[in-house]
């Protein structure tokens, strides 16, 4: 009874001032960190997971609306799928005070109640919201449920805080290092200018429609650069832009400057890599010079014979000056330099011709290079340390290794929209896809692998999509010859619109998976060669431990946007370096509880972390800005070892009773509740509701000394405030925790 009574009196109260109970803090208290060096990733806030109340000057506002905020235009401006966001910073001194505001209902009656739609550039709110890591930035995630907390105007500024002057050389430490001193700028409104030291010239630049249109990097001069990325829908070039007639500046252009806000990723190669985030028109500068352009470079012969000679065609276009000249460079087996004049044989339109090599297996490798009157300059590829275009002469038919071969670091093959022939065995088929419906695991189905060898670049995916023939009905061991064009999947190399089809022999003996490093793979950005060479090829990781059972977020459930997120991802070490494990991908039991109905489902096996294995093998896959592993059926994990299973986390004996904070808090719907006995007794765990009922008994038996924990799956609960009580004969512990569905 006394735990009832005080359980209303504790929620009646805090029902009279749901904002105020959260704590006012400041943007620097979220965000400081005193060893901002912190290798390989950026320690999440001192704050994280904390709701709290921080006020702010917003940078960009959250909608375009008109000069009244809210009225008008309702497309956002930083866009963010379904939902709503806007950046803050401190109003005084931008260095850690700056943060991303993000709400992930934009629709519903209790998302409209936070009032985040109103916000304004050079308007000071107080914002209340849980802390939340993002990849290496923080977001503050509003209150929508089940009582949404509207944000409060505090004060009007005659305009927004004026930008902080950096330059991009100060991004980094070293040549090749990342300065991570500079991340007490993330979140805030920082400003680029170019001058007689300090050049800005663009390059990468992507187009098309898809999600990183509009992107592009923004280079020195000096092999140190920054990637410009079109978060803001004033300068995304795809169906959410919101200017329909933008096009990003070319690559080679020098900019005067550009401002925006400053986020972070992780990178292989300099540990930290800045992105800037333009926001307005006006925060992208003009152009100082434009150079000409130089498109559709293509050669004539998709596969090169000895003695062969290639014509290589382009168009070639002056913008700020008419064209002086065009050439064809090009080199054998990475040897000097030649080059030839193109001929301008219509409009715009020119080619050169590299004549006949005699040497078999040669590689030839060549770009692009157009002159304006003005002597401007501009190459196609135009990073040539990353990218150039290449063939093989061979006496004899591709195989796979030419096919997915890329030395250069941009992932690129060299027979890239071109249509091949090539045979292997099939390594996975759509039996090693996850088929268990209603266990949140996406289908991938279209995904089936064939090898030729069991070497570097020796795997390649059959896409199962765009064709009529059957590539579904492949079994594991087809040895079988395909023909299709090769295409390029978010950094993936596939075969793609499958004209073609043989299965040669059925029954065939798999490629043997290579034992490779876990720090080998690690987290290597996209298309480095290190990686890049074990796409689709049967890997094998040995004598691995679980060091982060959820690679994304916070071990339990996938909570969607705007909560923990779970995509089945895990981290796994051999002692050298973590690299993921995509569980979600496979035909198998094991899981790392990324979907609430798969507790205590004795059909399948939960992992965590401290789990070992002997060996996990699998075909090396990219996605969503990691290399990670696919392992296929059961049989690729092999000498399972659980620390424990659920209840006994360890076997240490502690010296207290200890109940700790359940785990994630806020959750949805599911979290674990982790306690301490420091003798045999028994146990027993009440859920009460906010008027003090009891919900449920999750133990009541005799355990053993030591450390355990039990789930509690609220999925069929409100959203609301709950009291979890541990007791164990003499000792009673109460905690509150928070179901926000």
Excluded at 152 to 162: C, F
Excluded at 339 to 361: E, K, P, Q, V
Aim: charged letters at 15%.
């Amino acid at each position: 009874m006394k735990i009832k009574l005080f359980l209303i009196f504790f929620v009646m109260f805090a029902r009279f001032i749901p904002s105020q109970t959260y704590p006012l803090v400041t943007l620097h208290d979220i965000n400081y960190i005193s060893d901002p060096s912190t290798l390989p990733n950026f320690p999440p806030s001192p704050l994280a997971g904390d709701t709290v109340r921080v006020r702010g000057v917003v940078t960009v506002r959250t909608l375009v609306g008109s000069a009244q905020p809210g009225v008008g235009d309702r497309r956002p401006v930083i866009w963010v799928g379904s939902g709503w966001s806007c950046y803050i910073q401190d109003k005084d001194n931008p260095e850690w005070g700056g943060i991303q505001v993000y709400q992930a209902d934009s629709t519903s009656a209790a998302a409209q109640q936070t009032l985040l739609d109103l916000a304004d550039t050079a308007r000071v709110y107080e914002f209340t919201g849980v802390v939340t890591p993002y990849f290496q930035n923080t977001e503050l995630v509003l209150i929508t449920s089940p009582n949404p907390i509207p944000i409060e105007e505090i004060e009007v500024l005659p305009k927004r805080p004026n930008p902080t002057p950096l330059t991009i050389d100060s991004l980094f430490s070293t040549s090749t290092t990342g300065n991570y001193l500079m991340r007490k700028y993330i979140g805030t409104y920082v400003e680029f200018k170019a001058d007689a030291n300090h050049n800005l010239i663009t390059s990468d630049r992507v187009t098309g429609t898809g999600s990183t249109s509009g992107n592009f990097r923004l280079n020195d001069g000096t092999d140190k650069s920054m990637m410009i990325y079109a978060q803001s829908t004033y300068f995304k070039m795809n169906s959410s832009g919101i200017r329909p007639s933008y096009q990003s500046p070319v690559n080679g252009t020098y900019l005067s400057y550009i401002r925006g806000i400053v986020t972070q990723r992780s990178d292989a190669i300099t540990g930290v890599l800045y992105w800037l985030v333009p926001l307005y028109p006006d925060d992208l500068g003009s152009a100082l010079v434009i150079p000409p352009s130089i498109s559709n470079v293509v050669r004539d012969l998709p596969v090169v014979a000895p003695n062969q000679a290639v014509t290589v065609t382009c168009i070639a276009k002056g913008v700020q000056a008419n064209i002086q000249n065009v050439k064809l460079f090009y080199r054998i087996n990475n040897g000097s330099l030649d080059s030839i004049s193109m001929t301008n044989s219509s409009a715009d339109i020119y080619s050169g011709t590299i004549l006949g090599i005699g040497l078999d297996s040669a590689l030839v490798d060549y770009y692009v290079k157009a002159t304006d009157m003005n002597g401007t300059s501009i190459t196609n590829p135009s990073n040539l340390s990353t990218s150039r275009y290449f063939y093989f002469v061979l006496n004899r038919p591709i195989t796979i290794r030419e096919v997915q071969y890329s030395p250069f670091g941009n992932g690129l093959s060299a027979f890239y929209n071109y249509s091949v022939t090539v045979s292997g065995v099939v390594t996975a088929d759509t039996a090693g896809r996850y088929s268990s419906a209603g266990n949140g695991a996406p289908s991938s189905s279209n995904r089936v692998i064939i090898q030729n060898g069991e070497s570097t670049w020796s795997g390649i995916w059959l896409n199962a999509a765009n064709t009529s023939q059957d590539i579904y009905g492949l079994k594991k061991g087809d040895n079988v010859t395909v023909t299709g064009v090769i295409k390029e999947d978010f950094d993936v190399t596939r075969i793609d619109s499958i004209s073609a089809l043989t299965i040669n022999s059925s029954g065939n003996p798999l490629p043997n998976p290579q034992v490779v490093t876990t720090g080998s793979i690690d987290s290597l950005a996209s298309n480095i060669v290190a990686a890049e060479q074990w796409e689709s090829v049967l890997i094998k990781f040995e004598n691995v431990k679980i060091t982060d059972v959820n690679a994304d977020g916070n071990p339990g459930p996938d909570q969607g946007s705007g909560g923990n997120r779970n995509f089945g991802e895990i981290a796994v070490n051999d002692g050298s370096k973590s690299v993921r494990v995509d569980l979600q991908d496979g035909n198998h039991l094991y899981h790392n509880m990324w979907d609430a109905s798969l507790a205590g489902n004795p059909s399948f096996v939960s992992v965590d972390s401290g789990v070992t294995f002997t060996s996990l093998s699998g075909y090396l896959y990219f996605s969503f800005s990691f290399y990670k592993l696919i392992p296929r059926m059961g049989a690729d994990f092999v000498g399972y070892t659980p620390t424990v299973g659920i209840g006994d986390v360890d076997n240490s004996i502690p010296d207290k009773f200890v109940v700790e904070q359940n785990y994630p808090n806020p959750f949805n719907p599911s979290t674990v509740i982790s306690y301490s006995l420091p003798k045999k007794g028994l146990v027993n765990i009440k859920i009460y509701n906010s008027l003090g009922q009891e919900i449920a008994t999750l133990v009541d038996a005799v355990q053993s000394a030591g450390i355990h924990k039990v789930n509690f799956n609220a999925s069929k609960l409100s959203s609301g405030v709950y009291f979890y009580q541990v007791m164990s004969e003499n000792f009673t512990q109460v905690k509150k925790m928070m179901l926000m569905k």
